[in-house]
């Protein structure tokens, strides 16, 4: 899909539709032309309501106001009810107002992402055909917009939106067909693109660097497992800031197997990886003036002879024992391990994991919010409100002294599941953070997203399946820290 911007009016640009959001149910706004056929419609101009006029070529939706989240659903909800059609060229007329550069972005942004359909295993294609769109700004009253600072923007938000249908692709990708080896080939495939380093630890390197736990939950899978090192380091870096995904090919709860109904969509339990690699993306593509590593535990947790069992006692990178009850809490091993591995490779200003952890984390906040946890208030505190000014949401979850007692272990350091079935998700953080050395304790923030990641409805900007959760916080946040 590509964007044009223009000062020419809409009645003089050539499309095969012409959208037109109506804002706050303002009918009598100027670009609001059928106001009769829409009445007639039943159309109320409701957010994300759409209404397409066949024979006027246009299609109308609505929106609250001209904020970026309202605009980002409305554009996306737009695209989503063009997916089939055969247009392929759309103009819009674009509200001109003191946000407007960001409500551009925002919109550019809801075009992609609405437009997003993962076809790869249907015989037959239902994708949206729109190539082609152009953004028009012919009204000025007063506001001054700066033509080169909007396609900035536009840009941006391409390259994000990009980003985040990249990491969905993976997400969607079948447990057969995206195992650790190829999570590595993508990766390698992207360093080949962007211009980002890429270093892939096989088992033997794995076994070398004392992986011990991430080898353990690998070892009942006939795909072996992988660590991918991603790196951006531009020349005029500021700071450093390392990422650590959780990337579960397929996680079946392993010998504490998971019951039929909870194993479906495991597949997706490789999204914290597959956001790492998306955010890498996108920061390598906007050349962003920060060296950013980005670190992926690929690995398959299933059943056999010799998979790691509970009442195993395993041994972590940093050299803490784990005693294992449940093998289905196998995300914190593999990121035991990582973290570990990360935080020997890379001294960095921050420390970033993204990964689905546990369904007590849905449950706590919902299936659309990631839970941010860490030591540190302002560092969970700045991760929940680029969320939000990227579109995601996010919320912080607290550590307490009390819940960090329920993951005591009687014959090891600790134990890698609570006594108690309360408080799942900061339990599990808590757990992490025993990997966290205590130079980086106040640099760390852990996200959760095991709600958003993947959800078998449509939901905002978001299709059924894989969201990209994670990839769209984390360049905000990433392109403030590069300021
Ligand atoms: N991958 C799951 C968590 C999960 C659940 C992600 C639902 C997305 C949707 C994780 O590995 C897991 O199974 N966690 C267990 C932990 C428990 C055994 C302490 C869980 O949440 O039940
Ligand atoms: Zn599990
Ligand atoms: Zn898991």
Redesign the pocket.
Known sequence: MNFELTIAKTAEIEADLELIFVIDNDFKHRFVQDKKLLKKAGFSAAQDETCLLIEKNRLYVGATSLASAPMRTAAANALKSLIGKNYKSIKVSTYTNQGCIYSLRAMVEGFILGAYTFETYKSKKNESKIKHITLSIDEYNGVEIDIEKASEQIHKAQIIADATNFTRDIVNTTPDDCYPDVMASIAEGLAEETGLKCKVLKPKALKKEKMETLLAVARASRHKPRVIHLTHKPKNAKIKVTLVG?G?TY?S?GL?L?PAD?MV??K??K?GGSAVMGIMKAISEMDLPIEVHGFVGAVE?MIGGDAYKPDDVLVAKNGKTIEIR?T?????LVLADVLCYAQQEVKADYIFDF????????VGVGHYTSGVMGNNDEVKAMVVKEAKNSGELATALDFNPYLKKTIKSEIADVC???NTRYG?AI??GQFLSEFIDKKHSDKWAHIDI??P??VEHSWGENPHGASGAGVRMMVKLLEKLAK
Not at 328 to 332: C, I, P, S, T
Not at 355 to 362: F, I, K, M, R, S
């Open positions: 959780k579960l996680d709860g504490s998971k909870y969509t495991m997706s339990d999204s947790n449940n289905d809490a196998e995300g914190r990964a689905t952890l546990t369904g007590a984390c849905v890698n599941i609570s799942g339990t599990a095991a709600g990641a993947f």
